[in-house]
């Protein structure tokens, strides 16, 4: 009789460590895959322009090696753009499906609740009034990106942190802070008006090297810390009382997690502008790919990387006018909100 009980109880164990598996085995050859698309697509990038520089002249120029005709076009123009395109999409995934994923809600984006705005305000302050740009500019917006969320978080909260409440509070605040940035942009120069209207619709031109070193510091040293946060992040989904019954410290790990994901975002920000919708859509693509029960920092990551060099090759090359990333983000991303709205109305969802 004791062997006739085990056995089940052994078959359901060996079919849960088979699906176990089986996830894992799914959320590495995604990630890989999602890695080798970010590269061939930042390869293409370099690539192709005004003029074609072939592959093996690109890679000798990422290497440092002088090459007549592709050194300036390769290591001065292209490559500074590609790096920005990839830290930023890399910021933008991991900060946005954070928020979504610790929030339960694909709504609660940073540019749909309010944290790109607040970051976007100290921007556009910091080029029409003050004239900073850099490492200056980026600290005031991961300044401003923190006090905003901070102060969305504690008007939401209320006996606990509901991601409804949220999202709405939150869109309350990215109004009132978008009013303040159109209220700059009227009063501005207009010699300074076409900087800061290139940088709100999110752009990659004029990218550089002083721009990419301080969104590579935040990318490397935050990234990290968000990966290993990934899967604790994975339990609050669960809610916070299960949360707390499988040992995860919840309002520790929210409170790392949100600072993490508003320093990408704001550093982000900083550099390209608020990406329309990148964050927003990153995370839903990553987890259709991954499939559930997986941490979705990383892949969300790779995808709002992959999306941003695509948006902006199409930007550049698909049309006989070039658009800046963010308006091909735009149309990307505005069709899919409308659409998780229609669902959500229709399950009888509040949001």
Do not use: K
């Not at 999202?167 to 009132?176: C, N």
């Not at 752009?203 to 810390?225: F, K, T």
């Not at 040992?247 to 608020?274: I, K, Q």
């Amino acid at each position: 009789m004791t062997a006739t009980v085990a056995r089940p109880a052994t078959t359901a164990h060996a079919a849960l460590a088979a699906s176990r598996r089986a996830r894992r085995r799914r959320r590495a050859l995604v990630t890989g895959g999602l890695l080798a698309l970010v590269v061939a697509l930042a390869l293409v990038a370099l690539m192709v322009g005004e003029t074609f520089v072939p592959l093996g002249d690109v890679v000798r120029v990422a290497l440092g090696q002088t090459v007549p005709g592709a050194s300036f076009t390769v290591g001065e123009l292209r490559l500074p753009r590609t790096a920005t395109a990839v830290l930023a999409g890399l910021a933008f995934g991991a900060g946005g499906v954070t928020f979504q994923t610790m929030l339960r809600n694909p709504l609660a984006s940073p540019d749909i609740i309010g944290i790109s705005s607040g970051a976007s305000v100290a921007a556009v302050f910091g080029i029409l009034v003050l004239g900073v740009s850099g490492p200056t500019l980026s600290a005031m917006a991961v300044g401003l990106g923190l006090a905003t969320a901070l102060l969305i978080y504690l008007l939401a909260y209320r006996d606990g942190l509901l991601g409804a409440r949220l999202v709405l509070v939150g869109i309350g605040a990215g109004a009132f802070l978008h009013a303040m940035v159109q209220w700059m942009l009227l009063r501005a120069s207009a010699w300074d008006l076409p900087a800061a209207i290139r940088w709100l619709t999110g752009s990659l031109n004029d990218s550089s090297w002083e721009q990419v070193r301080p969104l590579a510091i935040a990318v490397l040293l935050v990234g990290p810390v968000m990966v290993l946060a990934s899967r604790p992040l994975a339990v609050l989904q669960l809610g916070d009382d299960a949360a707390t019954g499988l040992g995860v410290r919840v309002e520790r790990t929210r409170l790392l997690l949100l600072v993490g994901a508003v320093v990408l975002v704001s550093f982000a920000t900083a550099t390209t502008g608020p990406i329309a919708f990148l964050a927003f859509l990153a995370g839903p693509i990553a987890a259709r790919l991954v499939g559930p029960g997986a941490t979705l920092v990383l892949p969300a990551g790779l995808v709002g990387a992959a999306l941003t060099l695509a948006a902006d090759l199409v930007g550049q090359h698909a049309f006989d006018t070039r658009f800046p990333v963010g308006v091909v983000t735009g149309a990307i991303g505005a069709p899919y909100l409308v659409y998780l709205l229609i669902r959500s109305n229709r399950a009888g969802g509040s949001l």
